[in-house]
């Protein structure tokens, strides 16, 4: 199940560790879940752990895998078992990596770090349909908590028009509304914002985001 970016902003919430968790989660109404493959992150949830439980709720969601630099036996157990809807790559996979995998009928959102307008010139490169911006921050590949510099999502918007945009990078219940009035991006993306701790969301953290972003 995808979420409708038409009519955007798309909600997901990064970072789940657990089954009842995410059914929560979808409750409130988020789009979208995501599931944390790296095993360097602080939500980092082995494949084969949640392999037990995603087939039971991606009928009910979009189930959007987060990885960085995947190897092929990931990519492959992802694909052929059809536990998630999409794959999400943090890493310094390249445009001919991200183009081989839609060739192969996968779904790809690819994550970018801006720094500055500079930086957003790669957006360009990469074949697939939508991005996720987050900010600078490397060696961390996401979920650090830094707030994105919005006037770039801005700028980008307008220099790649046909590109679908998630917004990324320090967003909390009390300013995704003012990012996405400011951005109007097709989704934001959270995981530290509505958290207790490390791959433990707060649902009412979750509820409040949720709601002021819709409001958005």
């Not at 929560?24 to 992150?41: E, Q, V, Y």
């Not at 074949?127 to 801005?154: H, I, K, M």
Request: glycine content about 8%; some cysteine; aromatic content about 6%.
């Amino acid at each position: 199940m995808f979420p409708d970016l038409s009519t955007p902003p798309a909600v997901k919430i990064c970072g789940i560790t657990q089954e009842q968790q995410a059914r929560d989660i979808i409750t409130l109404g988020a789009d979208a879940l995501g599931i944390n493959f790296w095993p360097k992150s602080k939500r980092y949830l082995p494949v084969e752990k949640a392999a037990l439980w995603l087939p039971n709720v991606r009928a009910e969601t979009c189930l959007v895998a987060v990885m960085v630099n995947p190897d092929a036996a990931l990519l492959d157990q992802l694909m052929q078992e059809a536990l998630v809807d999409i794959l999400q790559l943090h890493g310094d996979e390249s445009p001919a990596e991200v183009g081989r995998l839609l060739d192969a009928g996968a779904h790809v959102i690819k994550a970018l770090q801006i720094r500055d307008r500079a930086s957003l010139a790669q957006i360009g490169e990469y074949p697939c349909e939508t991005v996720l911006l987050d900010a600078y921050n490397p060696g961390l590949y996401g979920g650090s908590g830094e707030t994105f510099p919005w006037e770039l999502a801005v700028i980008a918007q307008e220099e790649f028009p046909e590109k679908k945009i998630i917004l990324s990078g320090g967003l909390t219940p009390a300013n995704v509304r003012q990012a996405i009035q400011q951005t109007h991006p097709a989704g934001v993306d959270v995981a530290s914002g509505v958290e207790s701790g490390p791959g433990i969301k707060d649902l009412a953290l979750v509820a409040e985001f949720i709601q002021e972003a819709k409001l958005g």
